[in-house]
């Protein structure tokens, strides 16, 4: 299970250092592997998967019917941009340059333990979303039974 927020820097090669509280975990549960891709909800972030739970998710994406323009759009934005990565000695891994680009991430970025996955956002669209707040308009059924 992943939670929380974390400050990151982006080193000039692209390296992001994953936070040293979730390392062990990625290694032992995710074997150091993970996967990038674009979070097709959002602009300015990624997902980052542990492999296994890339792999369900990619098999449901991938069983969408492909006659339907958001199934297509979802499966080129989460299976077609997919990116594997590992963990190298230092605990870090490598952001591919055209998803850092695509979604606003230079030197700084925030990493959110999201339960299942992570997401790697730009520093600016984090605070942007933060900014935002939840009207009574927006409430759902399910958020009406939140305990908060």
């Known amino acids: 299970m992943f939670q929380g927020e974390t400050a990151?820097?982006?080193?000039?090669?692209g390296r992001l250092a994953v936070p040293t509280a979730y390392?062990?975990?990625?290694?032992?549960?995710c074997d150091n592997?993970?996967?990038?891709?674009y979070n097709p909800?959002?602009?300015?972030?990624?997902?980052?998967?542990?492999?296994?739970?890339?792999?369900?998710?990619?098999d449901q994406?991938?069983?969408?019917?492909?006659?339907?323009?958001v199934n297509r759009s979802m499966q080129l934005k989460l299976v077609g941009a997919a990116a594997f990565v590992e963990l190298?000695?230092?605990?870090?891994?490598?952001?591919?340059?055209s998803h850092r680009a695509a979604v606003g991430i230079e030197k700084k970025a925030v990493?959110?333990?999201?339960?299942?996955?992570f997401e790697l956002w730009s520093e600016q669209a984090h605070h942007a979303q933060i900014r935002q707040t939840i009207s009574d308009e927006d409430l759902s059924?399910?958020?009406?039974?939140?305990?908060?």
């Open 23 to 29: 390392r062990d975990l990625v290694a032992r549960e």
């Open 33 to 37: 592997r993970l996967v990038i891709t």
């Open 8 to 13: 990151i820097t982006i080193d000039d090669k």
């Open 41 to 58: 909800f959002e602009s300015g972030s990624l997902y980052i998967y542990p492999h296994a739970a890339w792999e369900r998710l990619r």
């Open 88 to 97: 190298d000695g230092n605990g870090r891994v490598s952001i591919p340059a």
């Open 141 to 148: 059924e399910e958020l009406l039974g939140l305990q908060l």
């Open 61 to 69: 994406v991938n069983a969408l019917p492909k006659v339907k323009a």
């Open 111 to 117: 990493l959110l333990g999201m339960g299942d996955k």
